[in-house]
């Protein structure tokens, strides 16, 4: 059984940083990547970053340049640095991870509040 535990989230001011890790046991596949989303109220759940077990990575165009994944494979976590943030970035923040038969799982999810 694979369990996802997202933290880090919290309310912050516009141009502000936060980061959230998730930490992930079970039986964790190292071959597909590792996600974040986001999901605003009232919107669909979006793709926000991606990252593959030998570091590359994918990020939406609303967050390049200043949104950072990253991933230590030692430990199972994956980490999502977040720095000049907006208010169009309050959402509740998810990661997603597959299992070695590629089922997906999701972390409960951590709330990200950008206001002044």
């Known amino acids: 059984q694979v369990q996802l535990v997202e933290s880090g989230g919290g309310l912050v001011q516009p141009g502000g940083s936060l980061r959230l890790s998730c930490a992930a046991s079970g039986s964790i596949s190292r071959v597909y990547p590792m996600d974040w989303y986001r999901q605003a109220p009232g919107k669909q759940r979006e793709l926000v970053a991606t990252?593959?077990?030998?570091?590359?990575?994918n990020y939406a165009d609303s967050v390049k340049g200043r949104f950072t994944i990253s991933r230590d494979n030692a430990k199972n976590t994956v980490y999502l640095q977040m720095n000049s943030l907006k208010p169009e970035d309050t959402a509740v923040y998810y990661c997603?991870?597959?299992?070695?038969?590629?089922?997906?799982?999701w972390g409960q999810g951590t709330q990200v509040t950008v206001s002044s």
């Open positions: 990252i593959i077990f030998g570091g590359s990575t």
């Open positions: 997603k991870a597959r299992d070695i038969s590629a089922n997906a799982y």
